[in-house]
């Protein structure tokens, strides 16, 4: 196993470190802010701008959601011998990955909306963090959408790749006799 699998599989174990990188992110943000005086993205926009990207960002992030949940079906329709076999071995941790993705994407929707809803004139809530952290979690969870769905797709194509061998046709003794009956 290489060391590229090696973190691969720490990464998809662990599903708690996108909210750590996310929340570890955002607050060396708001400590160089506060140190520094710039670098407040958000703030230089007005409430009315930021109040439109909280909405973007919301309706983004709920079509995304939406297609995680077509995802999931597809996963769950495919019949492969292999992928059959991954689901009886990881169940557990292939339903925490999925349920873990879409209430990702519910938790953004959930911040940006509270953004939404708490942000005023020159933010005095700093509800604009909200904002921030939610899409710096939205970025750290869709790599991990698309890398367990391509995981599924894989297996499911290898499935096909390898057919299953067709059966034999049941051979009819009487054909020969019903041929010769049957006028042209």
Partial sequence: ??????????????????????????????LVIRLTRSGDWLQWIDSSQRTDL???????????????????????????ERLRAVRRQHQGQLRRSWRSLLQGTALCCVLLLAALSLDRSHDPLSARFLCEYAIAFALLRYPRLIWLFD???QLSDMDLATPEPAAAPARDPNWVRRRQQTPP
């Fill in 151 to 153: 995981r599924m797709m």
């Fill in 54 to 80: 909280y909405a973007a960002t919301a309706g983004v992030v709920s079509a995304i959601g939406g297609l995680s949940a077509i995802a999931i079906s597809i996963y769950t329709a495919a019949n492969g």
């Fill in 1 to 30: 196993m290489g060391v590229r699998t090696r973190i691969e599989d720490a990464w998809a174990e662990r599903l708690w470190i996108d909210h750590f990188l996310a929340g570890a992110g955002i607050a060396a943000h708001v």
